[in-house]
């Protein structure tokens, strides 16, 4: 039961980032944002996609300690 509460909740955390992620992109390509906000944004989307994959290790990592 453990690893179905695992894998639901690895699964909703990445959605949410996902989401979070593509409106960054969204806003980033309309291009009406100032410099320094696009800057800003795009060390966002990496800090993103860095929680991301920190999430998938520990996700992998709990299922392959039990």
Avoid: C, P
Avoid at 30 to 47: A, F, H, P, T
């Amino acid at each position: 039961m453990e690893i179905i509460i695992s894998t639901l909740d690895a699964i909703g955390t990445l959605l949410i980032a996902w989401a979070a992620l593509s409106v960054h992109h969204r806003v980033l390509n309309e291009r009406k944002i100032s410099d320094k906000v696009s800057r800003i944004m795009k060390v966002e989307q990496g800090l993103g996609i860095f929680g991301m994959l920190l999430i998938l290790v520990g996700y992998f990592l709990k299922i392959f300690h039990w």
